[in-house]
T-cell receptor
Framework: GAGVSQSPSNKVTEKGKDVELRCDPI?????LYWYRQSLGQGLEFLIY????????KSGLPSDRFSAERTGGSVSTLTIQRTQQEDSAVYLC??????????????FGPGTRLTVL | GQQVMQIPQYQHVQEGEDFTTYCNSS?????IQWYKQRPGGHPVFLIQ?????EVKKQKRLTFQFGEAKKNSSLHITATQTTDVGTYFC???????????FGKGTLLTVNP
């Protein structure tokens, strides 16, 4: 079946511009995560959505970052007034949401963001 | 907050040699997961450990969860070039959903 998809796969933008990154989770998965991975680094948790519950935004690095999840499915991560330090791979993952932290997370291919 | 440390950061081996990566948490974990990320790819789930002292094997890979549930290891026997990639551990403590990832160990294998 279809896995997690993300678009665009690559995004080059100029400093100060806004960008939107999209994630389509696996159908039926209620949990959705956004992570950021800088070159040679681990995965930095950004935000978590579970069903209709209020999202956990504790990992968002600044108020320039926001995310939405419409209809419990597709999610959009928005970065406003991008800065060069925002350059990274942004990974989305989804899980069934049935067993919480015991769930397997399925990752998308990521969006490589480059801010010039 | 919870911190998960992994060592070594890099490991280069000759094909056929063994490889081990270690994961240590600042707090007791309820479970730990391991993921592999191939160069240019995305993390892929390998396994999950839940019980204290648990050992699981997948062919040449052996995963252990410490008795105190604060550390874990992944051992690969007789590495192959297909083992190349970054291995991440990810642990969950009190949260019922959030995983904290280590920075990973990049394994390179010389054929």
């Amino acid at each position: 079946g279809a896995g997690v998809s993300q678009s665009p796969s690559n995004k080059v933008t100029e400093k100060g511009k806004d960008v939107e990154l999209r994630c389509d989770p696996i159908s039926g998965h209620t949990a959705l995560y956004w992570y950021r991975q800088s070159l040679g680094q681990g995965l930095e948790f950004l935000i978590y959505f579970q069903g209709n519950s209020a999202p956990d935004k504790s990992g968002l690095p600044s108020d320039r970052f926001s995310a939405e999840r419409t209809g419990g499915s597709v999610s959009t991560l928005t970065i406003q007034r991008t800065q060069q330090e925002d350059s990274a791979v942004y990974l989305c993952a989804s899980s069934s949401g049935l067993a919480g932290s015991l769930d397997t997370q399925y990752f998308g291919p990521g969006t490589r963001l480059t801010v010039l | 907050g919870q911190q998960v440390m992994q060592i070594p950061q890099y490991q280069h081996v000759q094909e056929g040699e063994d490889f081990t990566t270690y994961c240590n948490s600042s707090t007791t974990l309820s479970n730990i997961q391991w993921y592999k990320q191939r160069p240019g790819g995305h993390p892929v789930f390998l396994i999950q450990l839940v019980k204290s002292g648990e050992v699981k094997k997948q062919k040449r890979l052996t995963f252990q969860f410490g008795e105190a549930k604060k550390n874990s290891s992944l051992h690969i026997t007789a590495t192959q070039t297909t083992d190349v990639g970054t291995y991440f551990c990810a642990g969950s403590g009190g949260s019922n959903y959030k995983l904290t990832f280590g920075k990973g160990t990049l394994l390179t294998v010389n054929p």
